[in-house]
Each structure stands twice: as structure tokens, then as C-alpha cells.
């Protein structure tokens, strides 16, 4: 048996906070039923920007140095043995989690709740999955997307934050005609927006703390009506910060002329505040879903819930979403939604992406909302 030769390739790895070091490391053929796949386009998350900037996210702290990112497009370069129904040189969308297969939430299809879940960029695991800032990876077959003819690399990376997008309206059962109000416009805020216009939608607004992001969400049509909430300081009491809350909102709602509420609230900034003002945002018998990360413990006006039948659901990650997410992508009915790429950089410039994402404006003042990281340029 002929020995197998040594390839390397750059990848970009986290060592710790704000050590960042662009390597060269080996790779290998890929395994049974596996591909690999040259990394043509990575968008950079918020989940990526604690890992760099705290050497952790939320509860999962680094314990090796780890390759972040996944949010991922690329060509499939080779093929491992078993592999039938993807072929070298095919464009694909790389699904980061892999799943058990085998616990009651996979067979059930809720594979997102999976505890086996290895999920590539993520420090829950040890050993950690290296994610996709690096030239070429290997990854298993069955979350492997072929791309629509129409769908871009650049779009296909925004397949991972619209799934989120789409599992979680599903799970509130979105339908056209419905009026829909967003909490936060960062890249999930738009992506909200922009799904909700795609599903026929009657009415979409939005609410966040940032006015150039909210001209931003309605220059490009996102959202039809938004409303910059004041820069206070913070409550002293939980009773003034719930009685904030509730002002605050009606006097959203008075402006959005809702004054009863909307259908459905998706709240994606994690913020207690808004996740307070959300409840009270939603219609008697409407849908609050849960969609940003934020605050572990938040004190919630219940009562307004209960009484007024408002529905509260969480979501996390997404299950068998990508072939829907490239569909749309790749179908002009999000509209404008490349927009939302703002700034594209090669891989080995990576560390200056995720200061500008720290910053979020770059060094001409311009805002910064999803920076996607491209091939090696040399």
C-alpha cells in the first residue's frame, strides 16, 4: 500500500482571546461517507465574535485552540468511499451540526435538541469540530446541501442564519396575511424581516436602539414603518423597568398606529428590555418567539401574557431547514437580502474582520452588519 501524501492547507485559528493565528495544517482524504469541500465563502456570526473577543460564548469556554465559523459555502474537491450522490466539483452548503442520528429528538426530526450534537466552531464538545475558516474540510455527507443553479456562495452563507429564521416560524406557524413586528435588526432582525415579507406577510416593523440600522432595514424594504427606541438609563427597580417596558411599547405601538398589537413578535436582540416590551407588543391571543441570545434570567410581565392568551415560544438552531433556506436564497423573494453583506475579506485578513465587527463600522465610518470571509488571496 502506497503511502498517502501529506497536504497543506492555511487555516485561521483561535488560540485564545483575540489570538488569532493564520496555520498551516495538513488534511487528509475524506473518510466513508464524508466529502471535502474548498471553503468559498464564510459569514462571520455573533457567536464567533464572543469566541474571539472572551475565548468563550455564554458557557462554552475554549479549551483548545479551535477554527471558528459556520456559516459556509464551497466546491466539493473529493470523495470518500460510500459517497453517491455528490460529485467532485459541486457547489454545496456546509450544515455545521452533526447530529447523533440515533436519540429519540433525531428520530423524532428534531435533531437541533440533539445532546450528541458535535457542532462545528463550537467549544461545547471536546474535542472541539473545527469550523470553516480554513481552505478545505471534511464533513459528513447527509449535511451536505447541493445549491440551487441561482444561489450564490455569498447567499448560500446566509443559508445558517436564515434557518434559524425559518425554524423558528415555523414553530409560531407564520402565514401570509399575519402583521409582524421585529425586535433588534442585526443580521437575525433582518433576516426576520425579510422571511416575513417572503411569506406573504401583511404588515412588517421593526424596533431597535440603532437608527442607522433601522434606515437601513427600511431604505432597502425590510421593513415598511420602524421606531427607534430613547437611550435611557437603566431602571432602578424590576417595577420601573417592567412599567418602562410597557410605556415604551405602546408608545411603538401608537406610532405603528397597532395600538392592540401585532400577530406575531419576534424578539431578536436577547435583551431583557425587549424581551419585557415584547410580550406587550403582541396581540390578545398572538405569538412571542424567542429568537436572540442574551440575558439568562429575565423577570417577565406574565400576567399580560396569561391573561391575553400570548403565546411565548423559544427556538434554537434549526432542523432540516437548509434545503428550504437555499430554495429562498437562491429565488429572488428576499428581497435586497445580499445587502446585508457588507464587507468581504480574504482568509488570512480575518483577525482585521472581526475588529470591524467589534466596531461595527470600518475605518470609513461605513456600518458594518455581515462580514463574509472569502478563499486565501494568494
Excluded at 497536504?7 to 488569532?20: E, S
Excluded at 436602539?209 to 437603566?234: E, W, Y
Excluded at 392568551?309 to 436564497?329: H, M, W
Amino acid at each position: 500500500m502506497s503511502p498517502v501524501t501529506v497536504q497543506w492547507q492555511r487555516a485561521v485559528v483561535l488560540h485564545g482571546p483575540k489570538d488569532l493565528r493564520l496555520e498551516e495544517r495538513a488534511f487528509w482524504p475524506p473518510h466513508y461517507n464524508h466529502v471535502q469541500v474548498a471553503v468559498q465563502s464564510t459569514g462571520l456570526c455573533g457567536s464567533d465574535l464572543h469566541y474571539y473577543l472572551e475565548g468563550r460564548n455564554g458557557d462554552f469556554a475554549l479549551q483548545a485552540p479551535l477554527v471558528l465559523g459556520h456559516e459556509s459555502a464551497g466546491v466539493i474537491t473529493a470523495v470518500g468511499p460510500g459517497v453517491k450522490n455528490l460529485v467532485i466539483g459541486q457547489r454545496v452548503a456546509i450544515e455545521a451540526g452533526i447530529m447523533c442520528k440515533q436519540c429519540n429528538y433525531c428520530q423524532a426530526g428534531r435533531y437541533n435538541l440533539c445532546k450528541g450534537m458535535r457542532f462545528a466552531s463550537s467549544a461545547k464538545t471536546f474535542p472541539h469540530l473545527d469550523g470553516t475558516l480554513q481552505d478545505r474540510m471534511n464533513h459528513p455527507t447527509h449535511v451536505i446541501h447541493p445549491l440551487p443553479d441561482n444561489c450564490s456562495f455569498e447567499q448560500a452563507a446566509l443559508a445558517e442564519p436564515l434557518s434559524v429564521l425559518i425554524h423558528a416560524a415555523r414553530r409560531v406557524n407564520l402565514a401570509s396575511g399575519q402583521r409582524v413586528l421585529v425586535f433588534g435588526v442585526g443580521t437575525i432582525g433582518i433576516l426576520a424581516c425579510a422571511l416575513a415579507n417572503a411569506y406573504g406577510a401583511s404588515r412588517v416593523v421593526a424596533i431597535d436602539i440603532n437608527q442607522a440600522r433601522l434606515n437601513f432595514a427600511k431604505s432597502h424594504g425590510f421593513a415598511s414603518q420602524t421606531h427607534c427606541l430613547p437611550m435611557v438609563d437603566k431602571a432602578k427597580t424590576t417595577d420601573e423597568q417592567l412599567r418602562r417596558a410597557k410605556d415604551n411599547v405602546s408608545t411603538a405601538l401608537s406610532k405603528f398606529n397597532e395600538p392592540e398589537g401585532f400577530d406575531v413578535v419576534f424578539e431578536c436582540t436577547g435583551a431583557e428590555p425587549c424581551i419585557q416590551m415584547s410580550i406587550h407588543a403582541a396581540v390578545t391571543g398572538g405569538k412571542v418567539m424567542l429568537v436572540g441570545m442574551g440575558s439568562q434570567n429575565v423577570m417577565l410581565p406574565l400576567s399580560a401574557a396569561a391573561l391575553r392568551e400570548v403565546d411565548i415560544q423559544g427556538s434554537f438552531r434549526y432542523a432540516n431547514t437548509y434545503p428550504e433556506a437555499l430554495k429562498l436564497l437562491g429565488s429572488g423573494k428576499l428581497r435586497n437580502v445580499e445587502k446585508l453583506i457588507t464587507h468581504r475579506i480574504p482568509l488570512e485578513d480575518t483577525p482585521r474582520a472581526f475588529e470591524l465587527m467589534a466596531r461595527g463600522k470600518d475605518e470609513d465610518g461605513n456600518m458594518v452588519i455581515k462580514i463574509v470571509i472569502g478563499p486565501s488571496s494568494s
